[in-house]
């Protein structure tokens, strides 16, 4: 699908451009088009750079402008958050859902079963424990700690992180590797492990800076020590 030009993408102008600047790059476009009046579309194209010229040379139809594009873009931001969500998050079957061996766990998986091939945990029960509010006294997961992170199994030099942020579902953590939407870790740290699913993947790098930032959703998480209670880091 072809996505609709802004106005200011038909004028050639950035969203902040003052009177002035809108109105010479109006002229150059007409200038440019009345100097090749037998090129197709045309009539089409200057009729358009006319719409957009009256909205953005007037004060009050471009700020009514402005508010439409910005609804417009939040609408897609939500839109895309919701496929995000909507991805269906792996399960855990018969099967590891890391690296797929056969677990012998059939009728219901214990709270601290651990795969016995890449020892990630084979359940979710700990999440439960997991309290951002810090109200409760429960597992503490820390705001920024280390964590290392597989792709794959068997792996010797696994992916460095830092967690960022944290939630019952999930967390977020920085590393200079990108991961693709989709992918399955397994994520051990000090104080828990877990098989998480990336459901996003920014890019917060610099200039031979690489910094990834990525969105995971537990699909098993067990805590390592029943010891020390929990304080919230975001309190
Ligand atoms: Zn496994």
């Known amino acids: 699908m072809k996505r609709r030009r802004t106005y200011y993408q038909v004028l050639f102008v950035r969203a902040d451009a003052p009177q002035e600047i809108i109105?010479?790059?109006y002229r150059t476009l007409m200038q440019q088009l009345n100097?090749?009046?037998d090129r197709g579309g045309d009539a089409d194209e200057a009729a358009l750079i006319n719409r957009a010229y009256a909205v953005l040379t007037d004060a009050g139809k471009r700020e009514a402008y402005d508010r439409e594009l910005r609804s417009q873009y939040e609408a897609a931001?939500?839109?895309?958050?919701?496929?995000?969500t909507a991805a269906p998050l792996?399960?855990?079957?018969?099967?590891?859902p890391f690296c797929s061996s056969t677990h012998p766990h059939k009728k219901g998986i214990p709270a601290d079963a651990v795969c016995v091939t890449c020892e990630s945990p084979l359940s979710l029960a700990g999440r439960e424990h997991v309290d951002v509010t810090g109200l409760r006294k429960t597992r503490r997961i820390d705001k920024r700690s280390k964590l290392l992170f597989y792709v794959r199994w068997p792996q010797t030099r696994p992916g460095t992180g830092f967690t960022s942020d944290i939630s019952p579902r999930g967390i977020m953590f920085e590393t200079v590797t990108e991961l693709p939407v989709g992918s399955i870790l397994k994520i051990e740290c000090s104080r828990f492990s877990?098989?998480?699913?990336v459901v996003?993947?920014?890019?917060a790098g610099k200039f031979l800076r690489p910094n990834w930032k990525i969105g995971v959703q537990f699909?098993?998480?067990?805590?390592?020590?029943s010891r020390g209670t929990f304080v919230s880091d975001l309190a």
């Open 90 to 96: 792996p399960q855990v079957g018969t099967t590891c």
């Open 77 to 84: 931001v939500a839109a895309r958050e919701q496929t995000r």
């Open 23 to 25: 109105k010479s790059s």
């Open 194 to 197: 877990a098989i998480a699913h």
């Open 219 to 225: 699909v098993t998480l067990r805590f390592k020590s």
């Open 35 to 37: 100097a090749h009046p």
């Open 200 to 203: 996003n993947c920014r890019d």
